[in-house]
C-alpha cells in the first residue's frame, strides 16, 4: 500500500504541477510539496482515485505481459511430444493443466477435468507434471511419466488423483501394482532422460508464465491459475471456440 500511497502522490503532483500556471510551475520543492498536501487535505479521494488508477493500470500491464508470454509459449504449451495428452489428441480445444499429486487443490480440480473430457468429445488436455511439493511428489511425477512405457498413464493418473492419502512411495507402489504393472520396469523406467526433459519443460513455462502454484491451466491462449469449478471451465472453452 505504501507503494501505491507514494506513486499516487507522485502522479497527483505531476498532474498538479501540469495544470498549474506557467507563473505557478516555478514554486520551489517545497511550496509544491505544500500545495499538494493542501490540495489532498481539501479533496482526500484524489489521492484514492489515483492509487485505484495506478493498481488498474498495473493489472493491465501485467495482464498483457501474461498473455504475451502465453503466446510466446504456444508451441511448447500445446504440441510438446515429451507431454502425455488425455481426451481426443486431435481435439479442436486444447487445455494445458500444471499440477501435482500432492496438491490438495489439484485433487478437488480432478473430477471437474474429468467430467469435462467425458462430457466433450473434443477436448485436448496435455498434463504437465510440476511437482513443487517435495521429494514425494517428485517419486510420484516419475512413476506417472514412467507409466507411458506401458501404455497405463491415464489410469494411473486418474488412480494417484483419486488417492485419499498422500502420494507416497509406498502407496505410488501400491497402486501401480493394483493397476497390473510391472514394478521393475517402472523403477527402471523412472530413470529415463524424457522425465527429467518433461521437468525442465514444465519448470521453464511455469517461470515463463510467471506461475506460483499448482493447479495452473491454460485454456488456448488463456492463462488461468488456480481450482476453478467446471461452469467456468465450459465458458472458457466456449470462449476459445467462439
Not at 42 to 54: C, D, K, Q, S, T
Not at 57 to 67: F, I, L, S
Request: with cysteine.
Amino acid at each position: 500500500m505504501q507503494k501505491y500511497l507514494m506513486a499516487g502522490a507522485a502522479a497527483l503532483a505531476m498532474s498538479l504541477s501540469a495544470t498549474m500556471p506557467a507563473a505557478a510551475q516555478t514554486l520551489d520543492e517545497a511550496e509544491l510539496r505544500a500545495l499538494v498536501l493542501d490540495t489532498i487535505r481539501e479533496n482526500p479521494e484524489i489521492i484514492r482515485e489515483a492509487i485505484e488508477l495506478l493498481q488498474r493500470r498495473e493489472a493491465e500491464a501485467q495482464a498483457e505481459a501474461v498473455a504475451f508470454a502465453v503466446q510466446a509459449q504456444q508451441g511448447a504449451l500445446q504440441n510438446d511430444p515429451n507431454a502425455p495428452v488425455i481426451g481426443n489428441p486431435d481435439g479442436d480445444i486444447t487445455i494445458v493443466e500444471f499440477f501435482d499429486y500432492n496438491c490438495s487443490y489439484c485433487r478437488r480440480v480432478f473430477p471437474a477435468v474429468q467430467e469435462l473430457v467425458a462430457s466433450d468429445s473434443n477436448i485436448r488436455v496435455v498434463m504437465r507434471e510440476w511437482p513443487i511439493l517435495g521429494e514425494e511428489s517428485v517419486f510420484a511425477a516419475r512413476a506417472s511419466l514412467a507409466s507411458r512405457k506401458q501404455g497405463k498413464y491415464e489410469e494411473f493418473h486418474n488412480a494417484l488423483m483419486a488417492n485419499q492419502g498422500r502420494a507416497s512411495e509406498a502407496n505410488v507402489l501400491s497402486i501401480a501394482d493394483d493397476l497390473g504393472m510391472d514394478l521393475d520396469q517402472l523403477r527402471a523406467d523412472m530413470n529415463s532422460p524424457e522425465i527429467d526433459a518433461h521437468f525442465a519443460a514444465s519448470q521453464q513455462l511455469t517461470q515463463s508464465l510467471g506461475l506460483q502454484g499448482t493447479p495452473a491451466f491454460v485454456f488456448g491462449d488463456q492463462l488461468v491459475p488456480g481450482a476453478i469449478e467446471l461452469d467456468q471451465m465450459r465458458q472458457l472453452v466456449e470462449q476459445q471456440r467462439g
